[in-house]
Nanobody, 125 residues
Framework: QVQLLESGGGSVQSGGSLRLSCLAS??????MGWFRQAPGKEREGVAT???????SYADSVKGRFTISQDKAKNTLNLQMIDLKPEDTAMYYC?????????????????????WGQGTQVTVSS
């Protein structure tokens, strides 16, 4: 059974930093990513990483967020700096296990079939 367990959310002021982590089940071929959903909005892709560490980012977070994975520890991380109030959302870790995940991980929520419970990030102005 695939399990994804997020941690690291919290409340910060605008300009602050947070680091999210996700403990995942091991698998040699996987796309993994961070998605977020603000109240009244659709869930959106934030950052993803492929099996071979190719990353993709939403335009709104480029230069501020960095996704990484530690395969030995089966963890996925999201370092967030210069946080803005519009980054406030529930953040979800997601995974897709496929041999097609080698060099590209989609930002589309519909491409992922395993999801964590989410961790709240709140940024105040």
């Amino acid at each position: 059974q695939v399990q994804l367990l997020e941690s690291g959310g919290g409340s910060v002021q605008s300009g602050g930093s947070l680091r999210l982590s996700c403990l995942a089940s091991p698998n040699p071929y996987r796309c993994m990513g961070w998605f977020r959903q603000a109240p009244g909005k659709e869930r959106e892709g934030v950052a993803t990483i492929s099996t071979y560490d190719v990353t993709s980012y939403a335009d709104s977070v480029k230069g501020r967020f960095t996704i990484s994975q530690d395969k030995a520890k089966n963890t996925l991380n999201l370092q967030m700096i210069d946080l803005k109030p519009e980054d406030t959302a529930m953040y979800y870790c997601a995974a897709r296990f496929s041999t097609s995940c080698g060099w590209f991980a989609s930002l589309k929520t519909s491409d992922y079939n395993y999801w964590g419970q989410g961790t709240q990030v709140t940024v105040s102005s």
